[in-house]
């Protein structure tokens, strides 16, 4: 008779980051080199109209490019409105709405959804 103790083996959540698939990301900073700029201080998303209404995070966003994940990242980018003010808010000066625009061209050529 086998005792439950309440825990189980959680799955594994760590980046391959060998393995994923990095074709958005080369694209993204091949367009726009200000991506490695980003450190994900947040500071896009405490204005982000979007994010007001909606899920939207310009941080987790730009976190799954770098990381290679692009699974439902079409849907994520299609939420902005590309007002700016991520980019005014920016202490690195990364060129946010760029960005948004060259993710959308990379899934388009890429076809991932």
Known sequence: MATNWGYSINKDRQIDLDIADMQ????????EPSLNLCI???TCASGCTAASYTTFSL????????????????KEVSHCMLCGKCQL?????????????????????????
């Open 24 to 31: 958005v990301c080369k694209a993204v900073l091949a367009a």
């Open 40 to 42: 994900s201080c947040g």
């Open 59 to 74: 941080r987790k966003i730009i976190l799954q490019v770098k990381r290679g994940e692009t699974a439902g990242l079409a």
């Open 89 to 113: 808010a920016c202490p690195r000066n990364v060129n946010t709405r760029n960005i948004i625009l060259q993710i959308q061209k990379a899934l388009e050529v890429y076809g991932q959804n």
